[in-house]
């Protein structure tokens, strides 16, 4: 099953948008370099809907003297609630928990629309 859920245009790079996919609640991102990700609209914690957080960046320690740099910005989707973090880029795992990840689905553009496949 596949099912047009946005026109392309309706989402601006590094934004996000709310979207059904049949019953499904879905989230589409998409990211400064222009792909799509489509991911259940519900965080694995308290089922919080993701599409009201934040897509946010990831620091990365670069040396022994406590110095971080900003990596992965637009990337992380931050949930409203109490802030877990997912990578939308690396399947939707949690940064706290990698082995935990966020029901994901196919994306492809065809013509000007985001179609998600289940
Ligand atoms: S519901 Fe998402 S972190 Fe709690």
Redesign the pocket.
Known sequence: MKEVVLKKEDIEPGKMKSASLGKIPIVVCRTKDGEFYAYANR??????PLSEGALVGDTKRTDVHGNYEYIKEGEILR??????EYDIKNDGCMLAEPDKKLRSFKVTIEDDYVVVHK
């Open positions: 965080c694995l914690h308290q089922g919080a949930c409203p609630w109490h802030g877990l």
